[in-house]
Nanobody, 125 residues
Framework: QVQLVESGGGLVQPGGSLTLSCAAS????????MGWYRQAPGKERELVAT???????NYGDSVLGRFTVTRDIAKNTVTLQMNALNPEDTAVYYC???????????????????WGEGTLVTVSA
């Protein structure tokens, strides 16, 4: 009943910028954390950036100072602005949502964690 849909991936040259967006669809009452993780070929999935419902952000060390995560609470969207991209940023980027609450009948149901299908970002000349 709830899906995370990413958009904005693609090919970009080193030093370039790219913006990823993720929208949570469905009748959503609230989402605690939203953010982004990535997985490069042959590597484990790693934190990129997250933002809480109160606007507190957390960034992976490798993207700090280059990437910015923002969130629209009312629209249930999260955006990742990526600047100064380098080939090491090449990966599949996954949208993540933690503690998603939706109304079901007369009560509330909570998904502990949801993932999008991922969008590929390739940084190459």
């Amino acid at each position: 009943q709830v899906q995370l849909v990413e958009s904005g991936g693609g090919l970009v040259q080193p030093g370039g910028s790219l913006t990823l967006s993720c929208a949570a669809s469905g009748r959503i009452r609230s989402i605690d954390h939203m953010g982004w993780y990535r997985q490069a070929p042959g590597k484990e999935r790693e934190l990129v950036a997250t933002v809480t419902s109160r606007g507190r952000t957390n960034y992976g060390d490798s993207v700090l100072g280059r990437f910015t995560v923002t969130r629209d609470i009312a629209k249930n969207t999260v955006t990742l602005q990526m600047n100064a991209l380098n080939p090491e940023d090449t990966a599949v980027y996954y949208c993540n949502a933690v503690r998603v609450t939706i109304p079901v009948g007369g009560s509330l149901h909570r998904y502990l964690e949801l993932w999008g299908e991922g969008t590929l970002v390739t940084v190459s000349a």
